[in-house]
C-alpha cells in the first residue's frame, strides 16, 4: 500500500474542504490554500494532492450541474469522507497529544 | 468551448496531454481563475499564469496514458494471439488450405536458405580468412581467351616472393590418388600434394608431426585422422612406410586432422610437392608438368598480412608474371588474386581442387523459391480477402466498440504470423523429408552441403516466417483497418468497394502462367530423357558389362572371363563411350603437314563384333597387330569427311602421324555418338594395342545379379588387391541422363506446387465471385435461367483468365525450351503439339473442377432462399 498516513499539504486540503463546506471545487480549494497559507499553488500541484486523497479513500467527488460561466463546463466538488475525518483526528489528537507531553517551560 | 482570449496553444497542449476523463474539471478551473486573473491583473498578465499553470500540469497524474508501453503491448498481443487461434479453430477448411499451401512453399524457401547458409561457411575457418587469396588464371591461346582456371603455374609463388616481400605462399597441386597399401590394408586414398608453407597461414591443424618440416623432404606423407583410423587405428604411423599405387613408398611425417566440412580444400593425405620432380624423372607426370605453360594441377595460396602488399600482389601479378611464359605471342596467360572465403560458392572456374558451387543454380533456385513463396503468400491475400464478407461484419462490431484502426491492424496483422508460424512447424516436417532429395538434386551437393537443423538455422527459419507473415497479412489488414463500419456492417454493399480486382486477376494469371511453364517443362523433359534413352547411338547398349581393368592384364582377364558360361565376348576399350567421355589427339597430316585435333578411343580387335559396330570398308583389327609398333587405325565417317578423302573405301591406305608413328587407315566405320548427345560427332579415331582400362564383357544371360556374382568370383581369383568395378552399359547411359530426371523432379515439384497454389487462389476467387453473385444468380433462376446457362455465366470469367494465362505461359516455355535449352543438345526431340496441347488441357481440366465445384453449387441454389430478405 502507498500508506494512509496524511502528508501536511494534504492534510491542509482536506481542512480546506470543510472548510468550504458544500463550495468545495478546485478553484475555491486553491483560493482557500493560498488565503489560509499565504503561499500561491498551482492548480496541477493541488489536483495531485486531490487525486491522492481519492485513491487513499479519504475524500470522495461528484460533478455539479454545468454553469455557464466557464464554458459550461462542469465543476467537480469534493467532500471528507468518513475515513477521512478519522485520519484527520487522529492527526489531531496525535499532536494535540505530543503538545501536552511537553515540559513546561518555567 | 475555449473562451477566446485563453491562449489558444497552451489550450490545445494541454487538451492533447491531458487525460481526458480529467480535462472537463481541470480546464474548467484553469479558466475560471483565468477570467477571474484577467480582472485582477489585466489580460497579459492573466495569459501568462495560464500557460504557466498548463505547464505545471505536466505530472503523472494529469498525463493521458499512452496506448503504448511495453506492458500494455503484451496484453494486447495476447488478445490478438487468442481472438486469431479462435478464428483458425473456426474456419478449419480455410486454415489447412491456407496453412497447408503456406508450409509447402515455405520448405521450399528453407531448403534454399539452409544450403545458402551451408555455403556462407565454406572456408570461415581460416584464421586470416580476409588475407588470403588463390592465383586464378585465364590462359590466352593465340589471342583466344580459354575458361578461366583455378589453377596457377607451379613457380608462380616462388618467383613472387623474390619480388615482393612479406608475403607468404603456399604450393598446392591436386590429383594425388591411388590405391594405398598401410599397414597391410588396401584402401583408396585421395589427398593433395603441399609444400612445407602448408601450415604457415591455412588453419589444418597437424596432430603429430613437425609443421616446419614434415612436408619438406620428397616421399613423405601427412594422414589424416581418419585415414589413420581406418589403417593404424591404434599404432604410431609416424616413420612407418605406405604405399601409393603408382607414386611410390612415402614415408608417414605426421597425422593432419580431417579438415573441416566447410572447406573447398579436402584431403585423407598430404604429400610433399617436393615428390612431382622425381615422379616426372619417372614417367608418372608429364615432363612439362612444372612449365608456366602448364596452368592445370598446380595452385598458389597467397597470404598477405594486413593485405598491405596487395597493390604489389596484384600489380606484380598483371605485368611481371606473364613475361615468364617463353612464347606469349602464342600462349600466355593473365592473374588474378580469389579471396579463400569467395572460392565457395564463387564463379564457375574450371581445374578446381575441391567441391565447387557456382553461383547461377543457388540464384535460379532462389528465384524459384521466392517465386513460390510469394505465390502462396498472393494466395493468402487473395483468400482472405474473399472471406471479407464474414469477417467484415466482425470488424464493423469492433470498430463501433471502439477498435481503432491500428488495433484492427494488429489484429490481422497476428492472425497471418501465427498462421505463418503454424505453417513454419509443418514445414520444417516437409524440410526433413525433402532434405536429402533436394541435395541429390544439385550436382556434387552431397560434398557441401549438409542442411541439418541446428539452432541459428531455426532462428533464422522463425525470422524468415515472421516476415512471410508479415507481408502476407499486410493488404488484409491494411484493408480491414481502413474499412469504415457502417460499410462493414452494410454486408452486401461494401463488397462492390473490394479494390484490386484488376490486381488480383492479374495474379491469378501470372499463377496460371507460371504453372503451364512448369507442366510443359515437365512434360518436354520426359520426352527428352526417353529420346535419350532410346536414341540410336550407333552401338549396342544391352547386356555390356563394363568391368574397370585396374590395371590388370588384359589377356589374362579375357581368358577368365570367358570361362564362364554367362559371358559371350570380351572386348576391351579406353574408355566408355555415350556416357560424356572423349580423349583429344594430336594428328599430323603427312600430305601437307598440317597438325589437327581429333578424339580418339583405344579398342581391341574384337570391340567392332562386340558392340555391333559397322564396318563400312575395309578391314577391323588383326589380333596383335598393333601390339609393338603402332601401324593401323580406324577412323569414322566424319572423320573421312573431314579431311576430304572421298568415299569410305577410297580412304583406305591414308597415312597419318600419330605420336611420332606412322599409321595408315585400315578400315572406316558407320558414325557412332562417343561423347554424348550434346556434342557433334568430330573427327574420330580408333587406336588399337594399350592403353585399356574397362573389360567389355558380353553378357548372354538373363540372370544378371548370379552373373554378377559369378564375375566378381573370377576378379576376386585374378586381381586380390583392387575391389570388383563393374556397370551395365545402358544402366551407365541411363545414369548419364540422370540430369533430365533431376531437371523433371525439380520442374515437377515446382509444378506442383506452382499448381496447387494457383488452384487455391482460383478457388478462392470463384468462392468470392459466386458468393458475391448470389443475389443476382436468384433473380436470373426466377426469370428462368437454366443451371448450366448460370455455370457458363459464373465460370465464363475464370476460363478467360485462365486462357489467357496459357497464351502467355505456353510460348515462354516453348521458346525456353526449344531456342534454349533443348538448343544446347546436338541430338534433341521436337516439341509437338502434343506436348503443349496436353499440357494445357490438363491445366484446363484441374481449372475446371476447381471452378465447377463452386459455381455447381451456386447455380443448383433455390432462388427463394437468396431472395428472401429483399
Given at each position: 500500500m502507498k500508506g494512509t498516513?496524511?502528508?501536511?499539504?494534504?492534510?491542509?486540503?482536506?481542512l480546506s474542504i470543510l472548510i468550504l463546506e458544500k463550495n468545495a471545487y478546485g478553484v475555491t480549494i486553491q483560493d482557500e490554500i493560498d488565503r489560509r497559507m499565504k503561499r500561491s499553488i498551482s492548480r496541477g500541484a493541488l489536483h495531485t494532492a486531490l487525486t491522492r486523497l481519492e485513491e487513499k479513500g479519504f475524500i470522495s467527488s461528484d460533478y455539479g450541474e454545468p454553469t455557464s460561466e466557464r464554458g459550461g463546463r462542469r465543476k467537480r466538488f469534493y467532500e471528507v469522507t468518513n475515513k477521512g475525518l478519522e485520519t484527520l483526528q487522529e492527526a489531531k489528537e496525535l499532536r494535540e497529544g505530543m503538545w501536552g507531553l511537553i515540559p513546561k517551560l518555567t | 468551448m475555449k473562451h477566446p482570449e485563453i491562449p489558444s496553444f497552451a489550450y490545445r497542449l494541454f487538451k492533447w496531454f491531458c487525460k481526458d476523463p480529467l480535462f472537463e474539471e481541470l480546464e474548467g478551473d484553469l479558466e475560471e481563475t483565468f477570467l477571474r486573473n484577467k480582472e485582477r491583473f489585466g489580460l497579459k498578465k492573466a495569459r501568462r499564469i495560464y500557460t504557466r499553470e498548463i505547464l505545471k500540469m505536466i505530472r503523472p497524474s494529469v498525463l493521458s496514458k499512452p496506448t503504448s508501453g511495453p506492458g500494455y503491448q503484451a496484453a494486447l498481443l495476447g488478445s490478438y494471439v487468442t481472438i486469431s487461434i479462435r478464428n483458425?479453430?473456426?474456419?478449419?477448411?480455410?486454415?489447412?488450405?491456407?496453412?497447408?499451401?503456406?508450409?509447402?512453399?515455405?520448405?521450399?524457401?528453407?531448403?534454399?536458405?539452409?544450403?545458402?547458409?551451408?555455403?556462407?561457411?565454406?572456408?570461415?575457418?581460416?584464421?586470416?580468412?580476409?588475407?588470403?587469396?588463390?592465383?586464378?588464371?585465364?590462359?590466352?591461346?593465340?589471342?583466344?581467351?580459354?575458361?578461366?582456371?583455378?589453377?596457377?603455374?607451379?613457380?608462380?609463388?616462388?618467383?613472387?616472393?623474390?619480388?615482393?616481400?612479406?608475403?607468404?605462399?603456399?604450393?598446392?597441386?591436386?590429383?594425388?590418388?591411388?590405391?594405398a597399401t598401410a599397414n597391410e590394408k588396401n584402401l583408396f586414398l585421395k589427398g593433395i600434394y603441399a609444400d612445407e608453407h602448408f601450415f604457415d597461414f591455412l588453419s589444418f591443424e597437424l596432430t603429430k608431426g613437425n609443421k616446419k618440416t614434415a612436408l619438406k623432404e620428397p616421399f613423405s606423407v601427412l594422414l589424416s585422422q581418419s585415414f589413420v583410423d581406418k589403417t593404424f587405428k591404434e599404432?604410431?604411423?609416424?616413420?612407418?612406410?605406405?604405399?601409393?599405387?603408382?607414386?611410390?613408398?612415402?614415408?608417414?611425417?605426421?597425422?593432419?586432422?580431417?579438415?573441416?566440412?566447410?572447406?573447398?580444400?579436402?584431403?585423407?593425405?598430404?604429400?610433399?610437392?617436393?615428390?612431382?620432380?622425381l615422379l616426372a624423372n619417372q614417367g608418372v607426370l608429364a615432363k612439362s608438368h612444372d612449365q608456366w605453360e602448364n596452368l592445370d594441377r598446380y595452385y598458389n595460396y597467397i597470404y598477405i598480412p594486413n593485405n598491405e602488399q596487395k597493390a604489389n600482389v596484384e600489380s606484380w601479378l598483371e605485368t611481371t608474371a606473364p613475361t615468364f611464359f617463353q612464347d606469349q605471342k602464342n600462349f600466355t596467360a593473365s592473374f588474378e588474386l580469389q579471396p579463400i572465403n569467395k572460392i565457395v560458392p564463387g564463379p564457375d572456374i574450371s581445374d578446381s581442387?575441391?567441391?565447387?558451387?557456382?553461383?547461377?543454380?543457388?540464384?535460379?533456385?532462389?528465384?524459384?523459391?521466392?517465386?513460390?513463396?510469394?505465390?502462396?503468400?498472393?494466395?493468402?491475400?487473395?483468400?482472405?480477402?474473399?472471406?471479407?464478407?464474414?469477417?467484415?461484419?466482425?470488424?464493423?462490431?469492433?470498430?463501433?466498440?471502439?477498435?481503432?484502426?491500428?488495433?484492427?491492424?494488429?489484429?490481422?496483422?497476428?492472425?497471418?504470423?501465427?498462421?505463418?508460424?503454424?505453417?513454419?512447424?509443418?514445414?520444417?516436417?516437409?524440410?526433413?523429408?525433402?532434405?536429402?532429395?533436394?541435395?541429390?538434386?544439385?550436382?556434387?551437393?552431397?560434398?557441401?552441403?549438409?542442411?541439418?537443423?541446428?539452432?541459428?538455422?531455426?532462428?533464422?527459419?522463425?525470422?524468415?516466417?515472421?516476415?512471410?507473415?508479415?507481408?502476407?497479412?499486410?493488404?488484409?489488414?491494411?484493408?480491414?483497418?481502413?474499412?469504415?463500419?457502417?460499410?462493414?456492417?452494410?454486408?452486401?454493399?461494401?463488397?462492390?468497394?473490394?479494390?484490386?480486382?484488376?490486381?488480383r486477376k492479374g495474379l491469378i494469371v501470372t499463377q496460371f502462367a507460371l504453372s503451364i511453364i512448369f507442366v510443359m517443362a515437365v512434360v518436354i523433359t520426359n520426352k527428352q530423357y526417353s529420346y535419350s534413352l532410346n536414341k540410336d547411338m550407333g552401338f549396342d547398349k544391352s547386356n555390356i558389362l563394363n568391368v574397370s581393368m585396374q590395371g590388370n592384364d588384359p589377356e589374362i582377364l579375357r581368358a577368365e572371363f570367358l570361362k564362364l558360361p554367362a559371358v559371350s565376348k570380351v572386348s576391351f576399350s579406353s574408355y566408355i563411350t555415350g556416357v560424356g567421355t572423349w580423349n583429344n589427339l594430336q594428328l599430323v597430316d603427312s600430305r601437307n603437314q598440317d597438325t589437327v585435333w581429333v578424339h580418339d578411343l583405344f579398342v581391341d580387335h574384337s570391340y567392332l563384333d562386340n558392340m555391333n559396330i559397322e564396318l563400312l570398308a575395309g578391314r577391323n583389327f588383326e589380333t596383335g597387330e598393333n601390339k609393338i609398333r603402332e601401324s593401323a587405325i580406324l577412323v569414322n565417317e566424319t572423320f573421312v569427311q573431314n579431311f576430304g578423302l572421298g568415299s569410305p573405301s577410297e580412304a583406305i591406305g591414308t597415312i597419318f602421324k600419330v605420336e611420332d608413328e606412322s599409321v595408315e587407315i585400315v578400315g572406316v566405320i558407320r558414325d557412332i555418338i562417343y561423347a554424348n548427345l550434346e556434342e557433334h560427332i568430330n573427327s574420330f579415331v580408333l587406336r588399337n594395342g594399350k592403353r585399356y582400362h574397362y573389360a567389355n564383357l558380353k553378357i548372354s544371360s538373363t540372370d544378371v545379379i548370379g552373373t554378377l556374382d559369378k564375375v566378381e568370383g573370377v576378379w576376386d581369383s585374378v586381381d586380390k588387391k583392387h575391389r570388383f568395378e563393374a556397370h551395365f552399359l545402358d544402366q551407365q547411359i541411363e545414369d548419364y541422363f540422370k540430369f533430365l530426371v533431376d531437371f523433371m523432379k525439380i520442374f515437377g515439384f515446382v509444378g506442383f506446387l506452382a499448381i496447387s497454389i494457383s488452384s487455391l487462389g482460383l478457388f478462392g476467387m470463384a468462392l468470392y465471385a459466386t458468393q458475391t453473385r448470389m443475389k443476382e444468380i436468384g433473380i436470373r433462376k426466377t426469370f428462368g435461367a437454366s443451371e448450366r446457362m448460370l455455370i457458363f455465366l459464373l465460370s465464363k470469367g475464370f476460363f478467360k483468365m485462365v486462357a489467357i494465362a496459357v497464351l502467355i505461359g505456353s510460348p515462354i516455355c516453348y521458346f525456353l525450351f526449344d531456342k534454349l535449352i533443348l538448343a544446347q543438345q546436338v541430338y534433341r526431340t521436337e516439341i509437338t503439339i502434343m506436348e503443349v496441347g496436353g499440357s494445357i488441357l490438363f491445366l484446363m481440366s484441374l481449372c475446371f473442377l476447381t471452378i465447377i465445384t463452386q459455381t455447381w453449387n451456386a447455380a443448383r441454389t433455390n432462388p427463394a432462399d437468396v431472395l428472401r430478405d429483399e
Open positions: 498516513n496524511l502528508g501536511e499539504f494534504q492534510e491542509i486540503v482536506m | 483458425l479453430k473456426r474456419q478449419k477448411l480455410f486454415s489447412f488450405i491456407n496453412i497447408f499451401s503456406l508450409s509447402v512453399a515455405m520448405s521450399a524457401g528453407l531448403l534454399v536458405i539452409g544450403m545458402i547458409t551451408d555455403l556462407l561457411k565454406f572456408d570461415e575457418f581460416h584464421g586470416h580468412k580476409h588475407e588470403i587469396y588463390r592465383v586464378i588464371s585465364s590462359p590466352v591461346y593465340q589471342s583466344r581467351t580459354l575458361d578461366v582456371q583455378a589453377s596457377s603455374p607451379r613457380y608462380l609463388g616462388k618467383e613472387m616472393m623474390q619480388h615482393i616481400s612479406g608475403i607468404h605462399v603456399t604450393n598446392l597441386g591436386r590429383r594425388m590418388q591411388g590405391t599404432e604410431d604411423p609416424l616413420g612407418e612406410t605406405i604405399d601409393i599405387e603408382g607414386l611410390g613408398t612415402f614415408i608417414v611425417t605426421g597425422i593432419v586432422a580431417d579438415p573441416p566440412q566447410f572447406s573447398h580444400l579436402q584431403f585423407e593425405a598430404v604429400v610433399s610437392i617436393s615428390t612431382t620432380p581442387i575441391g567441391p565447387k558451387m557456382i553461383y547461377l543454380p543457388i540464384i535460379i533456385l532462389s528465384v524459384i523459391a521466392g517465386a513460390i513463396l510469394l505465390s502462396a503468400i498472393f494466395n493468402y491475400t487473395n483468400l482472405s480477402m474473399a472471406r471479407s464478407l464474414r469477417r467484415a461484419r466482425e470488424v464493423g462490431v469492433r470498430k463501433l466498440n471502439g477498435a481503432t484502426r491500428s488495433s484492427i491492424f494488429g489484429q490481422f496483422t497476428v492472425e497471418a504470423i501465427i498462421l505463418s508460424l503454424f505453417s513454419l512447424g509443418l514445414s520444417i516436417v516437409f524440410f526433413r523429408m525433402l532434405r536429402n532429395g533436394f541435395i541429390a538434386l544439385l550436382p556434387r551437393a552431397e560434398e557441401m552441403v549438409r542442411l541439418e537443423l541446428s539452432a541459428e538455422l531455426i532462428g533464422l527459419f522463425v525470422v524468415f516466417a515472421i516476415l512471410a507473415g508479415l507481408i502476407a497479412g499486410l493488404s488484409p489488414s491494411l484493408f480491414f483497418a481502413r474499412l469504415s463500419s457502417l460499410n462493414a456492417l452494410r454486408s452486401g454493399k461494401m463488397l462492390k468497394t473490394l479494390s484490386g480486382i484488376n490486381f
